[in-house]
């Protein structure tokens, strides 16, 4: 059984007062088993509204269309019944922010507790065992402790880690972690990278990672796909994507983390209500043509990557790439 995630013509708009947010906007892409995936961009490319449709797990004034399937099974107009089967089980999401994701007046205990009651209908009193044993397996020296904890009497690396340890607290064979290194220092975004190489190494678990942080994608993904408003710019092989960025978002990108020329995009991205005509990058790209301004670009291949830029159309006679 194929047990990827392929997404079609993947549309989520949500209505709201100021005009249609169109925030995943035509998504083609396949999240292929046994690997980890990075999906990178700015804030408001519409990465975590992807990562949410996987799950149905959208507000209800998301207007949705397209296709997400996994194991043969179309997710996106899945009824609430089986789909509440699969989250958890068999795909886990750890959301953004610890500090919001826990229930401040429930234990770490009881969070996944709920789980072996809800999903495997294990007995009250035996879902403790289980879940000191699911932290006992996330390196907890005190799992007892923890158990008995409040996500806010926990450091920013153990709650990351305890939200860690309940994504995985029912085995799935797919996570969709959403930027789990976000506000972390150094020394815990690493343990963090340690605990995701372990989900794939030792566990064989697949892994959506949504997230900012570009040395922690090219430490830890095998493929990355990068999203600029609500569209997938380009995407391929870790190596290939940042040892030869195709697409002049994503050399921008790059150019601007810290260990490399820390050079910010000029402009700002676009506003998804509002969306620029042509290709979206055009009103940021140094490489703007006139077709740019008018028409939106197609995604071409090039040496392994598919982009999206006019650049890499051999029909037009532009010098390839950047
Ligand atoms: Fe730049 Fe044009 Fe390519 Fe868009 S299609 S990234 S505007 S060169």
Redo the contacts with the bound molecule.
Sequence with gaps: MNVDIRISDLMIHFYTKEGMVRAVDGVDLVFNNGKITGIVGETGSGKSVLGLSILNLLASNAKKSGSIFYKDEELLSMDEERIQNIRGKEISIIPQNPSTAFNPILKIGEHINELFYYHEKVKKKSCKEKTLDVLRKFSFLSPGRIYNSYSFQLSGGMSQRALTAMGMALNPKWIIADEPTKGLDAIIRNQVYKVFKGLKEDKGVSIILITHDLMLARKLCDEIVVMYGGKVLEQGDKEEIFSSPK???TRGLIDAQPNRKLIAIEGMAPNLTNLPN??R??TR?K???E??RVSE?DMYSSEGSKV????YDKSRGFEEGI
């Design positions: 697409h002049p978002y042509g290709c990058f055009h790209c490489y703007v043509k077709i740019c670009p999206r830029c006019f650049l």
